[in-house]
């Protein structure tokens, strides 16, 4: 029979139940400083304690998340710090990267700043895209929005959003920080254009210019005699080495005779056209639009134009120009639907808002194409026939 009064007996047990208690105090005491210092280190003046956070931090403070007429104020752990459990510990633990970039300087010069700032914000960018932008939608939702109560943009976007399932970053990659400079992804976007240009088959009979395109009146020509806009639809006649004598044709305003648009009414260039060029020029038809009391003619022209330069695939002109228009023109607001303005409003929209972006002269025409191609009235135009 076990003896209920062994002295050891009895010391083991407190041992045990000390230990226990140890145990649970020492627990709660790691908890309650784990969650303390994770709190600690959330906090916006945590983050902005460091050198390296100080262009970041005036950028914040510049945009409608720091200061706006609701007083409401999003932090930086609001936007950068998931709020699941599993994703906030492995967002901690991937912040020590952060410091080790602290101790060895890697963006503490404004200069090293923004070498690495498209970088950055890519990875952010990816992260919102990858988790639904989950932060964004702990303050914003869909279905707490009163759409008819917002700006007329934002009324019309917001619903093709929501039908769409879009998330918020698509359209908002600007609102707490400046856009660092895209010319490096668009010059990587021509690349790519200029790539797939090459791959183009001989056996391919419409073809579009992935640029503003020299063209010629006889095949070894070296002076041009005009320029076909990018994106323009041409139409193969014959192959001679490494140009191509192809079809275009498009409407031309009575007494504007240097130029060739993609649609009738639409100020959308396709063609421009020198003197001798223009002399070229075939007329196909005649109309009288009926709202204006303009003239216009459909006319065509045969000229060369190298080949490397044309694609038989138009899509992926629109992918890259889309790339341009999402990645330049949400600094400010949110990507503006393309249908939002008919065809020759687009050309005063593009040209106000050029100069808040990075894109050169060239990547501005391509853009200008694609929006007005796929402007509200162009549905309805009457494309030039080839």
């Given at each position: 029979m076990k003896n209920t009064n062994d002295p050891s007996a009895k010391r083991r047990k407190w041992s045990v139940l000390w230990i226990l208690i140890i145990g649970i105090i020492l627990g709660a005491v790691l908890l309650g400083g784990s969650a303390y210092v994770m709190h600690k280190t959330s906090d916006t003046a945590f983050c902005v304690s460091c050198h390296t956070m100080q262009q970041p931090l005036a950028e914040y403070?510049?945009?409608?998340?720091?200061?706006?007429?609701?007083?409401?104020?999003?932090?930086?752990?609001?936007?950068?710090?998931?709020?699941?459990?599993?994703?906030?510990?492995?967002?901690?633990?991937?912040?020590?990267?952060?410091?080790?970039?602290?101790?060895?300087?890697?963006?503490?010069?404004?200069?090293?700043?923004?070498?690495?700032?498209?970088?950055?914000?890519?990875?952010?960018?990816?992260?919102?895209?990858?988790?639904?932008?989950?932060?964004?939608?702990?303050?914003?939702?869909?279905?707490?929005?009163?759409?008819?109560?917002?700006?007329?943009?934002?009324?019309?976007?917001?619903?093709?959003?929501?039908?769409?399932?879009?998330?918020?970053?698509?359209?908002?990659?600007g609102v707490a920080h400046i856009l660092p400079d895209m010319s490096s992804l668009a010059a990587a976007g021509a690349s790519e254009l200029s790539d797939a240009a090459a791959k183009t088959p001989e056996s391919a009979t419409k073809l579009y210019t992935i640029g503003t395109q020299p063209f010629y009146l006889q095949p070894g020509e070296q002076h041009n005699a005009g320029n076909l806009m990018p994106s323009t639809e041409v139409t193969v006649v014959k192959r001679d080495g490494d140009r191509v004598l192809v079809n275009v044709t498009g409407w031309q305003q009575d007494g504007v005779n240097e130029v060739l648009y993609a649609a009738e009414g639409k100020r959308i260039l396709s063609v421009l056209l020198g003197d001798e060029a223009r002399t070229t020029?075939?007329?196909?038809?005649?109309?009288?639009?009926?709202?204006?009391?303009?003239?216009?003619?459909?006319?065509?022209?045969?000229?060369?134009?190298?080949?490397?330069?044309?694609?038989?695939?138009?899509?992926?002109?629109?992918?890259?120009?889309?790339?341009?228009?999402?990645?330049?023109?949400?600094?400010?607001?949110?990507?503006?639907?393309?249908?939002?303005?008919?065809?020759?409003?687009?050309?005063?929209?593009?040209?106000?808002?050029?100069?808040?972006?990075?894109?050169?002269?060239?990547?501005?025409?391509?853009?200008?194409?694609?929006?007005?191609?796929?402007?509200?009235?162009?549905?309805?135009?009457?494309?030039?026939?080839?």
């Open positions: 403070q510049g945009s409608v998340h720091f200061q706006n007429t609701k007083g409401i104020r999003a932090e930086c752990s609001d936007c950068h710090v998931p709020h699941q459990p599993v994703d906030y510990l492995l967002t901690k633990v991937a912040a020590l990267k952060d410091v080790y970039g602290e101790m060895t300087g890697k963006i503490d010069t404004p200069e090293k700043y923004n070498a690495h700032k498209l970088e950055m914000a890519q990875k952010v960018w990816k992260e919102f895209e990858a988790n639904n932008s989950a932060t964004c939608r702990s303050c914003h939702s869909f279905e707490a929005m009163d759409i008819i109560a917002q700006t007329p943009e934002a009324r019309m976007q917001h619903p093709v959003a929501i039908k769409e399932g879009q998330t918020c970053i698509s359209c908002h990659k020029l075939k007329t196909q038809s005649t109309v009288t639009d009926p709202e204006t009391g303009l003239v216009w003619h459909q006319a065509g022209i045969q000229v060369w134009v190298a080949k490397n330069q044309l694609i038989d695939d138009q899509e992926k002109i629109w992918q890259y120009a889309s790339t341009m228009m999402s990645t330049n023109c949400t600094g400010c607001h949110g990507l503006t639907a393309l249908d939002r303005f008919n065809a020759n409003q687009w050309i005063g929209v593009v040209k106000g808002m050029a100069p808040r972006t990075s894109l050169t002269e060239e990547q501005l025409r391509l853009l200008t194409q694609y929006v007005q191609k796929h402007a509200s009235d162009m549905q309805s135009a009457q494309p030039a026939k080839s």
